[in-house]
């Protein structure tokens, strides 16, 4: 079994910042792509960004030079450093992670059950 946790969520005001963080746990060799998504009411959910297990990352181009994506290895975690939010950024964020749960098996993608942002003064 493979859980992935998410956690930061908050109610901020436009222009602060915030940091979400996914731990995933269980049964797991490796964990290759990591990512987050968000979905707003009445919209589509929406790839905000993502980065390999060696750092390469992208982002969705709404949040370019204001979101960036990390993580650590060791501890089979990312993080998605929001800075300067906008209303338009208040939505459900989940995170994913493409996992080997033992060697030699095929990489299955993994979701945690979401962290509510909402940005409004």
């Known amino acids: 079994q493979v859980q992935l946790v998410e956690s930061g969520g908050d109610l901020v005001q436009p222009g602060v910042s915030l940091r979400l963080s996914c731990a995933a746990s269980g049964s797991i060799f490796g964990i290759n792509t990591m990512g987050w998504y968000r979905h707003a009411p009445g919209k589509q959910r929406e790839l905000v960004a993502t980065i390999t297990r060696g750092g390469f990352t992208t982002f969705a181009d709404s949040v370019k030079g204001r979101f960036t994506i990390s993580r650590d290895n060791a501890k089979n975690t990312v993080y998605l450093q929001m800075n300067s939010l906008k209303p338009e950024d208040t939505a459900v964020y989940y995170c994913?992670?493409?996992?080997?749960?033992?060697?030699?098996?095929?990489?299955?993608?993994?979701w945690g059950q979401g962290t509510q942002v909402t940005v409004s003064s």
């Open positions: 994913n992670g493409n996992v080997r749960r033992q060697i030699g098996s095929t990489y299955s993608t993994y």
